[in-house]
């Protein structure tokens, strides 16, 4: 069956360290890869896509990796600060563009 | 400031009634997704479309929901009879493919309360 994996449920981090989420799929074949952020009691909101021809991807302290050979992408947030505290969730689109939501890791850092 | 409405924010209903969910796209946005969250699941994609047509919706019950397009403005989504397990956050969410892949823009969700 198809899954998509977010390792960690919660991840605690000092503040300005780095915090890396990690993705993993199975039985999907995704385009592209993409990273949402969700607050309490909101929507979704995008942050970054990334192709499958594309290794890395990067957004001020935002980086994004995705390897199709290991099925996984991985989140970095650098310089971690308080208000990065949240849900972050990835989404597959296999090329239909109808996106497949992971459960999503809340990340909370520390002051 | 452009956005995703959904219509009504809370809805506490009794099982067997019917519900009604509403969602206004952003302008120019030619596909909507339907997706319900809960804690158990997370986001399942419910429904979508392109330009009005319903693409998939193999995600949704069909023998009690049922996702409309009526005109480009408004996207609805419907249950009849509710169930408890019908409770959940239900998202809209419109988009377009400037890169290939559709980005996301979501509403505020409508949260639903089957009792």
């Known amino acids: 069956s198809q899954k998509i994996e977010q390792n960690s449920e919660a991840l605690n981090i000092q503040e300005g360290k780095t915090a890396t989420l990690t993705c993993n799929y199975t039985?999907?074949?995704?385009?592209?890869l993409q990273w949402y952020r969700q607050d309490p009691g909101r929507g979704p909101v995008f942050l970054l896509l990334?192709?499958?021809?594309?290794k890395e991807k990067r957004k001020e302290r935002l980086k994004v990796t995705f390897d199709t050979t290991l099925k996984q992408s991985l989140f970095h947030i650098t310089a971690s600060q308080p208000a990065d505290s949240a849900t972050y969730l990835c989404?597959?689109?296999?090329?239909?563009?109808?996106?497949?939501f992971g459960t999503g890791t809340r990340l909370t850092v520390i002051p | 400031d452009a956005r995703v409405t959904q219509t009504p924010r809370h809805k506490v209903t009794e099982m067997g009634q019917e519900v009604t969910m509403r969602c206004q796209p952003i302008l120019g946005h030619n596909t909507v997704f339907w997706y319900r969250q809960t804690m158990m699941q997370g986001l399942e994609l419910l429904a979508y479309f392109r330009n009005r047509a319903p693409l998939d919706d193999s995600g949704m019950p069909k023998d009690r929901f049922s996702a409309e397009m009526p005109d480009a403005t408004l996207a609805t989504l419907k249950i009849q009879p509710s169930e408890p397990r019908d409770s959940a956050v239900y998202f809209c969410?419109?988009?377009?493919?400037?890169?290939?892949?559709?980005?996301?823009?979501f509403g505020q969700g409508t949260r639903l309360t089957v009792v």
């Open positions: 039985n999907y074949s995704p385009a592209y």
């Open positions: 969410a419109s988009g377009t493919t400037p890169t290939g892949s559709t980005e996301a823009f």
């Open positions: 990334i192709r499958e021809n594309e």
């Open positions: 989404a597959l689109d296999a090329g239909a563009n109808n996106l497949f």
